[in-house]
């Protein structure tokens, strides 16, 4: 049997009176499409924010590639090549796509330009964008000096799954990346999850979209009051049972082990 790439075992973490995740277990297995799915408060957003080092777990370990990590922040993680795009895009509207492609991870000209006065090498880092938007089909884009406040939201979006996949080497994790979209724009951010997947990188992906879910997980993490409750194949389940799940309307015959 093949290894998870990213796996938790036992998280726990607590604010105050509320146990946000509760014995909490996870597996991503290499190159599929993983969604997790849970009711309003269920503990999805923490659980992603302690694969991703943006909350420290009380109790509980990660496991990244089998090796024991202990991320203690976002950027850790990112070095680690965990890569999180958030529902409230972290994007600096005012600057261009390739500025924003690259944020705090500029590149630099070579030699004394860049290392002591910094120097920023734009047709590098322009050149790089063009190429990571064309890689993902995204070259409707047609300036990549535009700012990121001229685009769509499913363009920013793109943009924004573009840098994560251009840097997020094993994981990208996408925290509902077709709640703020139209159906045409959901449509492409869809297909270019499944083009990241062709890609060989492995995708979180949490969604109150159950036809989205459906569409395009392999597998469906279902999460309900701090655990995961059981994980499916959307083959072998429909959407009423998923939410049944979620719910508590319904037990499934087997619980995650
Ligand atoms: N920073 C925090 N301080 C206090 N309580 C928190 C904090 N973050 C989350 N919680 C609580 O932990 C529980 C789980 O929240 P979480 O945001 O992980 O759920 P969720 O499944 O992502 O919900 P939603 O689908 O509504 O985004 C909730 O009861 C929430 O109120």
Redesign the pocket.
Known sequence: MTDPILQAKGLVKR?GR?T?LDHCDFELMPGEILAVI?D???????LIKALSGAVIPDEGEVWLEGKRVNFQSPIDARENGIETVYQTLAMSPALSIADNMFMGRELRKPGFAGKFLRKLDRPAMEKFARQKLSDLGLMTIQNINQAVETLSGGQRQGVAVARAAAFGSKVIILDEPTAALGVKESRRVLELIQDVKSRGIPIILISHNMPHVFEVADRIHI?RLGRRLTVINPGDYSMSDAVAFMTGAKEPEREAA
């Open positions: 604010y509320v946000a849970g309003n408060g269920a503990g999805k957003s923490t999460h």
